[in-house]
């Protein structure tokens, strides 16, 4: 086994690093590189101008010394760019690369036109780096058409995880859960750990659990392990994932997309494979929402039919326990352990459609969604899908309005005195949901219960026996750039999401998540929503369905 | 922004991964591609044949699809191999890589006779990464000239930590420490937490300590905060690092080398930036070996000086309180606060070098530290280097005789009960360490305990009220590889090593290392011995020596 010896030849004037003893002299050839700088006229000083400029942050100079053109790719952990605008954009927004130096290069030829060098970075904050760079060169000057860059990563990925441990928590008693590992969202009480809830304001007033939330002892109880505490939109308060003090989890399925929320973490934790089980909550989508944008397996459960013992409220007419996993296998076995005893399932119910709900999804979503209900009438224990409804669209809106009066309301009044207090310490757009919240009147209240009341019968009835399918969300994941510009379309996007996520919550019906896959290859859901209780026979149902995403 | 789209062309038979809807029919160019595979003859197929000998771990076929000599490079984030045969030894013993799929590919040709394939990956075990792969044609074949791995970390790396968070323990009160962090060895009891000591059966019947130990709240309460509890070698017993039960913690600076220990994660975390202090101890070089196996400053204390309380301990007569740090800055700083308040320090004493001292380690280690003393007599506060000395060699591997049985007897005295019962559980080395620990008989001890007396005062007569310069470790950090195999010449290093470190560790006196660095540019480091009580003023004359490592 060799590794890298040769220290680089010195760094240029204005490159950052400090000359060691045993650097060569400038423009003498390293001992044992192959091909030596000198042998590539300028290949050497576009690689050292490159440097200086990504250290300075210099755009247009790296501009220039990436090759034009939509051939050209940059790839790093957060995923691929390719051409040269996507690359310029990225760089543009990212406020200038980490504080490095290069310690050692290996450059090779590829023909009279072509080179790679492959540089050894040090951080100046520790760890340390590769960066493989594909050189062309374009009339007489060098540019590069290829970079993958790598870092050693952080301790972990406080994105995704607030505190993590191998185990965190160890189970209490062996079980049907041996071997599993669970990402604890951060609003439940777990011994020994403080509670987040997404807000640096409420972990610093924070003091360590002294007992455990019954879902998680639960399932320290049937073998699994706590790995960590996730990531939470703050108090859950939202579906985009996007946590301004924490950063957004990474969505490893759909790179530069939001995670979705508001049990972002968690989803992320199993979409990465750091845990097998995604512990969350599902108020008004929080489970289904990210389980649709990360191509997870996902349940919200009956409302009251789980404990929310030991856990931050948020609206309590509709929070309910959820979780997420990679298989339906792993979900299902989750639910033997949370939910009632049930008897086996009976013969699969017929699946039942609200042709409008359909229309609320994007174009690609719903095609999806079509694809793989052609595909269960086709070969599958569903048979034939019958049509349901209609919702009227000013019922449907009213409805939804209802929903998020009572939620400010009941959110108001868990947080309204915290609030009060630290609000200046919230994300703008949590901040400002709470302001909404407390505005709405005690008659405001009153109005939207008898509204949800009306609601909650109309789409049992739409159920009935059956399992109403809706899509989990209106559309793919927003590309993180256009969720942070917020606007318009993505606020559109967001209602039409909300207006088939509250369905479920209204109804306080079990929903499971299928992840389905568009035609560009971009994950999507489509939640099977159920009678009330029917949660276990859902998640055996769910499972058997043909042509599921891989 | 845009990112990668198209599908790849269906995988071949044998290859893994699901076709998914979407997928072109083979052979077509997938949309967008800029480059289709039909247009550079036989590269998809060995490109495919490649993934196909990668998933299956065809180590002849892996081999063959490797260009042939030393150009040859493969980089992940262990490091980057270069040439044929480093590449082929690596393959041969990692076991396979993990499974995935490819998801996306990108192609460009390079000329006629290279091309570039950037491959997207997803891990069957979650998350994704990526893979770029400059391909050469050799006779008709192609194969991989350069290629770069990169994949999704895990959730951290339980080779470093056990236990990680942001923090794991906040501070107590505002200080001098204020916004550093600190890596905590698996030795110090920290309230809420369990002690691992390096051992997997030790952690599972450990319980959560309810008081933090001495030196850790003392650093909480200056404004530090606990990242995370760091991996050490099983009971602090080896000067390694590698830990059989956790693997053995990276060394940044020195990639495929072992980290040094046993204080092995607190050093790994502070050389890759998880951490700006690594709190460990340091019984017989084990915060010195590490700090020059990776570049780090760091200290030994003067034998009770700091407070062991909350410690599970060694070997109490040489146990000893001790920390690492990037900087010599940081590393005075945590002096201030766990160290006596002690006066400013007086003028720089005296250097002193024992000759036979420097034989004792390897030829690139003593011309590292010869041209450091040269630095330092030549420009700065140190002056001449007075010779020393010299010690009797025979007296000298008695006396680390009589440390080892010291510390045999002390650790059997802590831990034997423990052991008897679980030493099955034990890496084989720790526990032929405890076999010949149990072994040592009391008269053994005895004689030992004379010949001890004996070392103190002969070294602190060394050292007067001067400094003596000690490597602090025989060699570089050894190849992993070399380190696992074993053998003689690894086990003359370690005694060499044994023989520098053990003369503080007789004594009872500080020693700070600063780090060093070979003209092959390899960590290695020499140790300021002082005075019992000197350690203040060494922090500050360490720091004051010019031209350390970068």
């Given at each position: 086994m060799s590794a890298v010896h040769p220290r680089p030849a010195a760094q240029e004037?204005?490159?950052?690093g400090t000359p060691t003893p045993g650097t060569p002299t400038p423009g003498t050839p390293a001992?044992?590189?192959?091909?030596?700088?000198?042998?590539?006229?300028g290949l050497m000083e576009a690689f050292w101008e490159y440097e200086r400029a990504l250290m300075e942050n210099d755009l247009p100079a790296m501009d220039a010394l990436f090759a034009p053109g939509s051939d050209t790719m940059r790839g790093d952990s957060s995923g691929l760019l390719v051409g040269h605008e996507a690359i310029s954009g990225f760089r543009g927004t990212r406020g200038g690369a980490p504080k490095r130096r290069i310690v050692a290069t290996e450059v090779r030829a590829l023909g009279p036109e072509h080179a790679v060098v492959v540089a050894v970075t040090e951080l100046l904050s520790g760890g340390r780096g590769q960066q493989t760079q594909v050189w062309v060169r374009n009339g007489g000057t060098w540019q590069v058409a290829v970079a993958h860059v790598a870092v050693s990563p952080p301790a972990f990925d406080r994105r995704v995880w607030r505190v993590v441990g191998d185990p965190l928590v160890p189970p209490a008693a062996p079980g049907i859960l041996d071997g599993e590992t669970v990402a604890v969202k951060d609003l439940y009480a777990v011994a020994g750990q403080r509670v987040g809830a997404g807000s640096p304001a409420h972990l610093a007033q924070a003091v360590p659990e002294t007992t455990t939330a019954a879902a998680v002892a639960a399932l320290l109880g049937a073998g699994a392990s706590v790995k960590g505490m996730a990531a939470t939109d703050e108090f859950a308060y939202s579906l985009a994932g996007t946590n301004t003090h924490y950063g957004t989890p990474p969505n490893p399925k759909a790179p530069f997309r939001i995670s979705g929320g508001s049990s972002s973490g968690s989803a992320s934790a199993v979409s990465l494979g750091h845990a097998s089980i995604g512990l969350g909550t599902d108020t008004g989508g929080s489970v289904r929402v990210p389980s649709a944008y990360q191509g997870l397996w996902g349940i919200r459960t009956?409302?009251?039919?789980v404990s929310t013992e030991g856990l931050v409220p948020l609206a309590p007419s509709f929070d309910t326990v959820g979780w997420m996993a990679r298989t339906p296998e792993v979900l299902e076995a989750v639910g033997r352990v949370l939910l009632p005893a049930a008897a086996p399932a009976a013969a699969f119910p017929g699946l039942r459609l609200v042709p409008g709900l359909l229309d609320l999804a994007d174009g690609d979503v719903a095609a999806a969604i079509r694809a793989a209900l052609d595909r269960w009438e086709a070969?599958?224990?569903?048979?034939r899908i019958e049509p349901a409804g209609p919702i009227d669209p000013d019922r449907h809106r009213a409805w939804l309005k209802a929903f998020q009066a009572i939620q400010g309301r009941e959110a108001w009044a868990a947080h309204g005195e915290w609030v009060g207090r630290?609000?200046?310490?919230?994300?703008p757009d949590v901040a400002g949901r709470f302001r909404l919240a407390a505005a709405c009147t005690a008659e405001q209240e009153a109005a939207a219960r008898q509204l949800a009341a009306e609601a909650r019968a109309a789409v049992r009835a739409l159920v009935g026996d059956g399992i109403l399918v809706v899509?989990?969300?209106?559309?793919?994941?927003?590309l993180a750039r256009d969720s942070a510009a917020g606007g318009e379309a993505i606020e559109r996007q967001r209602q039409r999401t909300l207006l088939l996520t509250c369905l479920a919550g209204l109804a306080g019906l079990p929903a499971v998540n299928v992840p389905l896959e568009t035609a560009e290859g971009l994950p999507c859901g489509v939640s099977l929503v159920g009678a009330a209780g029917s949660d276990t026979a859902l998640l055996a149902w769910a499972g058997r369905l043909p042509g599921a995403a891989p």
């Open positions: 004037a204005g490159a950052p001992p044992g590189t192959p091909t030596p700088s000198t042998a590539i006229p009956t409302h009251g039919a070969d599958g224990p569903a048979g630290h609000g200046d310490r919230l994300a899509p989990s969300a209106a559309s793919v994941a927003p």
